[in-house]
T-cell receptor
C-alpha cells in the first residue's frame, strides 16, 4: 500500500485563486516532500519539510506539517496557468521515499 | 546540470522476455529508486538502494529484481515480462544527508509495453 494519500484527487481553479491540497500518511517520517509533474514530463522537486518543522515557504508555495495528525498541506497562492500539473507528496522514512497517488490541478484562464 | 539518465524512452517487449532497464546518475548520490507510474495510482516504489550492492524491497517488488554494482548505476530487471508490467518506469536518485533523503532527481522515464 502507498504511504501518502493526497486529497482531493483533482482540483480546478480560476487563475489568481489559491489552490490547497492535502497529504495524509501512515508511518513516522524523517521529512516530507512535494513534487510537481507537468503532463508527459518528469517529476520536479518543489519543497522539503523536516519532521521537526511545522511550516515552510518557498515563493508562492506554503507547506505545513502536522506530525501528530500525520498530515501535510500544500498551498499555492495566486495560481497561474503554468501551475496546471499533478502534485505529489512523498514521505521519507529512513531511506525509503514513498509517493502518493497525486492531486491533479487545473488552472483556468 | 544534474542528470539522471534512463537508457530507453520507449521499449516494446514480448511476454516472457527478460527485460533490463538501466539508470545512471552523475551526482554521486547514495540513494537510487525505481518506481512505476500508472494512471490513478501515482508512483509506486518497486526497489531502492542506499549504497552500492545494497537493495531494499519497496511496496511492489514481485516480478522485479535490481542490481547496483556501481554507485552511479541502478538496474531494474523484469525476470519474465508480463502484460501487467506494462507501465511507465521512473528512476530517481537522492543524496542521503542527515535526513536519509534529500531532494530526489528523476529521469525522464521509460514507457514499457509488454505484448
Amino acid at each position: 500500500s502507498q504511504q501518502g494519500e493526497e486529497d482531493p484527487q483533482a482540483l480546478s481553479i480560476q487563475e489568481g485563486e489559491n489552490a490547497t491540497m492535502n497529504c495524509s500518511y501512515k508511518t513516522s517520517i524523517n521529512n516530507l516532500q512535494w513534487y510537481r509533474q507537468n503532463s508527459g514530463r518528469g517529476l520536479v522537486h518543489l519543497i522539503l519539510i523536516r519532521s521537526n518543522e511545522r511550516e515552510k515557504h518557498s515563493g508562492r508555495l506554503r507547506v505545513t506539517l502536522d506530525t501528530s495528525k500525520k498530515s501535510s498541506s500544500l498551498l499555492i497562492t495566486a495560481s497561474r496557468a503554468a501551475d496546471t500539473a499533478s502534485y505529489f507528496c512523498a514521505t521519507c522514512n529512513d531511506y525509503k521515499l514513498s509517493f502518493g497517488a497525486g492531486t491533479t490541478v487545473t488552472v483556468r484562464a | 546540470d544534474v542528470k539522471v539518465t534512463q537508457s530507453s524512452r520507449y521499449l516494446v517487449k514480448r511476454t516472457g522476455e527478460k527485460v533490463f532497464l538501466e539508470c545512471v546518475q552523475d551526482m554521486d548520490h547514495e540513494n537510487m529508486f525505481w518506481y512505476r507510474q500508472d494512471p490513478g495510482l501515482g508512483l509506486r516504489l518497486i526497489y531502492f538502494s542506499y549504497d552500492v550492492k545494497m537493495k531494499e524491497k519497496g511496496d511492489i517488488p514481485e516480478g522485479y529484481s535490481v542490481s547496483r554494482e556501481k554507485k552511479e548505476r541502478f538496474s531494474l530487471i523484469l525476470e519474465s515480462a508480463s502484460t501487467n508490467q506494462t507501465s511507465m518506469y521512473l528512476c530517481a536518485s537522492s543524496s542521503a544527508g542527515q535526513a536519509r533523503n534529500t531532494e530526489a532527481f528523476f529521469g525522464q522515464g521509460t514507457r514499457l509495453t509488454v505484448v
